[in-house]
């Protein structure tokens, strides 16, 4: 049995606008192992990126604050640090790669410079020490000709290199826990496939825990051991990605599934879920799945389902499931 | 014979680089080079491939937002570099629908829903008020949206409510080709089916003739009739779409759809590897000799490197540009 990493139990995340409060991520638990890949896979809106900031305590204050729960980093609550002590956190122990590599580098430094910027910050290392650093990072992310590169200006890269470089920057500092927030979503097809084969051999590498946020199924199977379906705020499944493709129990996780034209399929009609996602800021009673669900039952709409282990480490939140 | 609305010739788009004070071409991206596809009557054809492959050049060409280097555009027959700017104006363009990829930037925000779907009415018909107000309505409740809603400013809507829209925006003259330019790509995925569906369903009553633009292959075998991978600017393969996904000849459409098949856990317990291409896709500035994939292609033969290809016809409308077929 793996060691436990990160512990995140009954975490609420909410943003006060003027509007009202809109309940982004409303009481979720999930823990990730060491060496793991916790995927979390959702739709737009379903708090999945404002879950991977509340982690980092990097939400936009004052709007967004964690409101509750505990994030037990090995037997550290990372909510009850002090803004310096959770600094020393952030890119050391825990780091994080955006979806974007074009709006996440700075477009007027080198590469050299931005992977040196964090080494320099959180390791405290200086001249010569940096530089090894810096291209031990881009080896280790599989960039050819190192030296060369990290002369280079982002514009000169391609799209997949400049993700590479990211991931560099993440893991210039040994960090213990990767969020990768749509890490492959801006590129292409193949280089896709060339990224997610990088980081699974990254991870062997290393042993970091990813927590690999996602909307595409797909890249779940390719990447996580393990998976959480988000949905307006909630989780409402969770298992091993062997499972949960398996055996999906909740009706929103096999809807999405189907939803999803996958190779195999012939042309028909694709099974489609009515409606949209509700607005956070109106979350209907009962089950936040019920207005959209094929097979909501009276109960559904009246009370919300808790969370049940229906098989080990596999977890439902559905009173469909008994 | 099947019955061809649209086809496209040896089409060709060259752009020059310039540098210098003089301004001087030092260069040519070769964008589109030497591409030839037709589009049938009620059919959807695929351009398919990565970024930088020409398929968006190639639906601007088609569009005429791009005059082509070479190479002719036939409508129903007709030579389009042969009508005159009023002809296009009457008898092309208004037989054109377009819908982008991303509707968040292909609506003005200021305009309400009703008079961006009735745009094209406005500019192409001569249509009295009440005419175009009710085409708007019944348009929008083609494409599943309250007519009411048509009061409506775009950023009232989802997604994939303004993806309806334009759809809408596009069917308003009841066009015979409608490109799609990455028509689902930027909606969730519970919305995509939605939407994907609701093509599939207008193409049926309509007998509308579709030119998708896409890059994911899964989406487009569910849309499409025949599929054109490109890559580099030129067509590797085509062919029918089952044919095209059951028994893919060129490498790099295998690679492709290796690359987008769900590969689970168990799958690789049995030993089922990905095709993982190595490298990325060489600059059009400066294409390779001989075969454009032979730097990625893990099967090149040393010939690959010198002679190039041509498309070959490998039977039943399937054709390869391999050295290998």
């Known amino acids: 049995m793996s060691k436990v990493l990160l512990q995140v139990e009954d975490l609420r995340s909410f943003f006060f606008t003027r509007k009202g409060v809109v309940k982004a991520v409303d009481g979720i638990s999930f823990h990730v192992n060491e060496g793991e890949t916790f995927g979390i896979v959702g739709e737009s809106g379903c708090g999945k990126t404002v879950t991977g900031l509340s982690i980092l305590r990097l939400l936009p204050e004052p709007a967004g604050q964690i409101v509750g729960g505990k994030i037990i980093l090995d037997g550290t609550n990372l909510l009850e640090l002090d803004k310096k002590e959770m600094r020393t956190y952030r890119g050391r122990v825990i780091s994080m790669i955006l979806q974007d590599p074009m709006t996440s580098l700075n477009p007027v430094f080198t590469i050299g410079n931005q992977i040196a910027e964090t080494v320099r910050l959180h390791q405290g290392l200086r001249d010569e020490k940096v530089d090894e650093e810096v291209i031990s990072a881009l080896r280790l992310l599989d960039i050819p000709s190192p030296e060369v590169i990290m002369g280079n200006y982002p514009f000169q890269l391609s799209g997949g290199m400049r993700q590479r470089v990211v991931g560099a920057i993440a893991m210039s500092c040994h960090p213990r826990l990767l969020i990768a927030d749509e890490p492959t979503t801006a590129l292409d097809a193949t280089i896709q496939a060339q990224y997610i084969a990088l980081f699974k051999d990254v991870q062997k590498k290393t042993n970091v825990s990813i927590i690999f946020i996602t909307h595409d199924f797909g890249v779940v199977a390719n990447m996580c051991h393990r998976v959480a379906v988000m949905y307006a705020g909630k989780i409402l499944e969770t298992a091993t990605t062997r499972e949960i493709f398996k055996e999906p129990k909740h009706p929103y996780t096999s809807a999405l599934m189907e939803s999803v034209p996958h190779l195999g399929q012939k042309s028909g009609r694709l099974y489609s879920i009515k409606g949209q996602p509700p607005s956070l800021r109106d979350l209907p009673p009962g089950c936040r799945f019920f207005p959209r669900c094929p097979v909501a039952e009276d109960i559904c709409r009246q009370e919300e389902p808790s969370e049940i282990e229906i098989s080990e480490g596999h977890f439902v939140s559905c009173w469909r499931v008994k | ?325």
């Open chain 2, 1 to 325: 014979m099947a019955d061809v609305l649209l086809e496209g010739r040896d089409l060709t788009k060259h752009y020059p680089v310039k540098k210098g004070l003089l301004q001087r071409t030092v260069g040519w991206v070769r964008a589109v080079d030497g591409i030839s596809f037709t589009v049938e009557r009620g059919k959807t054809l695929s351009l398919v491939g990565e970024s930088g492959a020409g398929k968006t050049t190639t639906a601007k060409a088609v569009l005429l937002q791009e005059k082509p280097t070479s190479g002719t555009i036939l409508f129903e027959g007709k030579d389009l570099s042969h009508f005159s700017s009023s002809q296009l104006k009457t008898e092309y363009r208004p037989r054109l629908g377009s819908v982008q990829q991303n509707p968040w930037s292909s609506m003005d925000p200021r305009m309400k829903v009703r008079d961006i779907v009735a745009e094209p009415l406005v500019v192409n018909t001569k249509q009295t008020k009440l005419q175009t107000q009710s085409r708007v309505s019944e348009l929008m409740e083609q494409v599943g949206l309250n007519p009411e809603s048509a009061e409506n400013y775009p950023h009232e809507f989802s997604g994939g409510q303004r993806q309806r829209i334009a759809v809408a925006r596009a069917m308003a003259l009841n066009p015979s080709l409608v490109v799609l330019d990455e028509p689902v790509s930027a909606l969730d995925v519970s919305i995509r089916a939605q939407i994907m569906n609701l093509l599939k369903d207008l193409q049926e009553q309509y007998n509308l003739s579709y030119l998708v633009i896409a890059h994911n292959l899964a989406t487009v075998r569910y849309m499409s009739h025949t599929v054109a991978i490109m890559y580099l600017g030129q067509i590797v393969e085509s062919g029918g779409a089952e044919e095209l996904f059951v028994r893919p000849l060129h490498p790099y459409t295998r690679a492709l759809i290796s690359a987008s098949l769900l590969t689970l856990p168990e799958d690789e317990d049995k030993g089922v590897e990905k095709i993982i291409l190595t490298g990325e896709m060489p600059s059009p500035l400066n294409p390779p000799s001989g075969c454009r994939f032979h730097t990625r292609c893990d099967e090149a033969m040393p010939e690959c490197s010198q002679t190039v290809p041509p498309l070959r016809d490998v039977g039943g409308g399937h054709k390869v540009a391999c050295n290998k077929v």
